[in-house]
């Protein structure tokens, strides 16, 4: 019992090492580690093979499992930006576009779940830019 026990602690310490290397390149790996937003920013829309572009690729190319399995980094990745702090404006309604970006970042996650391209391409274009940045960038 204990063994067992031991061991899927180690299995989630992995989990977690693999998910803190994936996720990047600043900070430690404590469990409520942060990244900053324009690092979120970069590795989802600016960078070379950020995100976006790389999901969507893997989707169009029928590549699911591959397409997944970034969905789901990204959404982990995206998670961690209501952990800062906005550059200006309210509080709450930081909050709010946090939580719509993990809303449509997790969209995604389904949407290479289900193997639907075009949902994919739908709900990555459901980002909201242009609200969040003039508010709180
Ligand atoms: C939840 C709010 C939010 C949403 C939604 C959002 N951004 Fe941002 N973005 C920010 C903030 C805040 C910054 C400023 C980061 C900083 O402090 O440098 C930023 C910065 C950026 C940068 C500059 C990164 C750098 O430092 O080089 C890019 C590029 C960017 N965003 C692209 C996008 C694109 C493209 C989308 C939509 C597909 C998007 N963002 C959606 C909040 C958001």
């Given at each position: 019992m204990v063994r067992k026990a031991l061991k899927v602690t180690f299995a989630g310490a992995i989990g977690l090492l693999a998910l803190v290397v994936a996720v990047g390149s600043t900070g430690t790996a404590a469990e409520d580690k942060t990244v900053d937003t324009s690092t979120i920013m970069k590795k989802s829309f600016k960078d070379k093979n950020n995100y976006s572009a790389a999901v969507k690729a893997a989707a169009k190319d029928?590549?699911?499992e591959?397409?997944?399995?970034?969905?789901?980094?990204?959404?982990?990745?995206?998670?961690a930006l209501g952990k800062n702090k906005p550059n200006k404006?309210?509080?709450?309604?930081?909050?709010e576009q946090c939580a719509k970006?993990?809303?449509?970042?997790?969209?995604?996650?389904?949407?290479?779940?289900?193997?639907?391209?075009?949902?994919v391409n739908?709900?990555?274009g459901a980002f909201n830019c242009a609200g969040c940045h003039?508010?709180?960038r």
């Amino acid at each position: 019992m204990v063994r067992k026990a031991l061991k899927v602690t180690f299995a989630g310490a992995i989990g977690l090492l693999a998910l803190v290397v994936a996720v990047g390149s600043t900070g430690t790996a404590a469990e409520d580690k942060t990244v900053d937003t324009s690092t979120i920013m970069k590795k989802s829309f600016k960078d070379k093979n950020n995100y976006s572009a790389a999901v969507k690729a893997a989707a169009k190319d029928g590549k699911w499992e591959d397409a997944t399995k970034l969905a789901k980094e990204w959404a982990a990745l995206g998670a961690a930006l209501g952990k800062n702090k906005p550059n200006k404006g309210e509080a709450k309604g930081w909050e709010e576009q946090c939580a719509k970006f993990v809303d449509t970042t997790k969209a995604i996650v389904k949407a290479c779940e289900d193997k639907d391209a075009k949902a994919v391409n739908k709900s990555a274009g459901a980002f909201n830019c242009a609200g969040c940045h003039k508010a709180h960038r």
